[in-house]
């Protein structure tokens, strides 16, 4: 419950909602959009037709019989370019420090493990979508970026920017966020010396898999037939020595690093990279599955853009996608904090089974589906006893070891743009 407290009265706080809203006289005359209103209606998953969404939105939040007509979608459509999207940001840092407060955080080996990774989605066939993202073919198209905790599923920062904004440069912006005694996982799309050298200036530690041609020293560990090697790394390309520049390190330092090579079921090695030095606390053998962790990341990509529907935007301008992309992060990291809470009791319920158990995620967010305007509105005990034990009541098997080919090629699965589905 004081989790939801902090996030009602951020909403309800004067200061918040003018460093949240576009104008000063925005929010100021009483209306039925209010600013908390505003918020509440993007975070309850308006994904089907707006007037329908609006008109059910309202009887809960009135606790009315029957739906009536309050709010036309029209006059939402024009009170929603009064908020900014930084306000699901805002809202999402209160939430993280929270959590951080009450203990609820997982470390490994006195860490915490995040993963930055980044994807894309496509946006509305506007022609401001394409002069401010940028196209890919004849598609708007934005770069998404997050950094998430693997540990328990928290997005703790995420961004969603023109096409043209490299990953590494994204992986740049994460780096202010980063918690102190974390360790930073990355695929092998983001290795840079530039990068290698901040994560050192900011005494945070990294792990990242680097190609197998990534330079003559990996090249010769991988022939050495080592298992691990500390060596010195240096920005010798001309190139390399400039994004050092760029992003403010010395070009000339050189950095001790630790090479990993991990065996993969089919044979093929990989090398990894990390900043981790010390041998015993931690061994090379504990590197391949820590790794493997990095999975959760795409897990969580699959979650927003599948299950929360991220592409099926709520409007066509680009502060709206911004703030159901924001939203959606938001609501979510609620979904899966309960999820956390609830894990210790389903497994003591659970514990005779030969799985492993855990909440739906689908069937999580659904129980929020109007839910979360009732318990943010009017907070109770006993209603968010109610859903979480709905929550508990859905869950799957965890299957590890699960794998599948992954298909590079398949058929579109996009509907009819501009055609909602029914509720």
Known sequence: MKIVQILTSSLDCPAFIAAHRQQPQDFTRRRQLTFKNLVLFLLNQPRTALQTELDQFYRVLNQASVETQVVTAQAFSKARNKLKPEVFESLNQALQQQIDSLGLRQTWRGLRVLAVDGSSVHLPLEPAMGRFFGLHGEQPTARLSALHDVMDGQTLHSLIVPAEVDERDCAHLHLAHLPANSLTLFDRGYPGHWLFALFEQQQRHFLMRLPRGYNAQVKQFLQSG???????????????????????????????????????????SEVLVTSLLDRQAFPVTVFADIYHRRWG??????????????????????????????????????????????????????????????????QGVSRLKNTLIDLLVRPCAQGLVNVMKLMANSLSAVRPGRSFPRQRKRLASRGCEGYKPTR
């Open 226 to 268: 080592q298992v691990e090697d500390t060596q010195f790394f240096a920005a010798s390309h001309p190139e390399a020595r400039l994004f050092c520049t760029e992003a403010g390190v010395d070009p000339a330092a050189q950095l001790k690093l630790r090479l990993v090579r991990v065996e993969l079921a089919s044979g093929e």
């Open 297 to 362: 990341i795409e897990t969580d990509y699959r979650r927003l853009k599948q299950t929360l529907c991220l592409d099926n935007f709520s409007g066509r301008s680009v502060v709206a996608v911004k703030q159901d992309f924001h939203a959606g992060q938001l609501l979510k990291n609620l979904t899966l904090l309960m999820h956390h809470l609830l894990q210790p009791v389903i497994e003591q319920r659970h514990k005779e089974r030969k799985l492993r158990w855990k909440v739906n995620f689908t």
